[in-house]
């Protein structure tokens, strides 16, 4: 990959429906530049598929938090799965690093992050909850969240 890859990256990452003859135009080159590039950058697996992203705020969450948890590592799986189970909770993974388990929630108010910290705490295993508000915009590829939670 060059420069002029991440620039064709750059005009699908804002709007995947951009057009290869508008690409070309704006970066001064051919439609068959884009397009050769395009296909090579999905024979390489630099791209998988376009998809959408998904913001939040429009279906009326005032809070997206993450979640990092400490805890005791007999039963993670189960762990993860009453978790997943939480009101608010759209996404939970057990992972490595620091923490044990990572969550996002997707809350009605910052005092529902109260809320969920004491569930979170008062489950057996949890050592630590760690939560942190995001507060720039934020747009999520929706197929890595469970949205039943938040739609209703």
Not at 61 to 66: L, Q, Y
């Amino acid at each position: 990959m060059d420069d002029r890859d991440v620039r064709i990256l750059r005009f699908l990452e804002k709007d995947a429906r951009n057009s290869f003859s508008g690409i070309a135009r704006d970066l001064g080159v051919s439609i068959d530049t884009v397009t050769k590039r395009y296909r090579k950058m999905l024979a390489m697996g630099v791209l998988k598929r376009t998809t959408i992203l998904l913001d939040p705020r429009a279906l009326g969450v005032e809070t997206v938090a993450s979640l990092e948890l400490e805890i005791d590592y007999s039963g993670v799986d189960e762990l993860v799965e009453r978790i997943c189970g939480l009101p608010g909770i759209v996404f939970c993974t057990p992972s490595l690093g620091r923490k044990d388990i990572f969550a996002i929630a997707f809350l009605e108010s910052v005092e529902e992050l109260s809320r969920i910290n004491f569930q979170l705490k008062g489950l057996e295993g949890v050592r630590e909850v760690k939560s942190s508000i995001w507060i720039e915009d934020y747009m999520l590829c929706p197929e890595n969240f469970d949205l039943s939670r938040v739609v209703t």
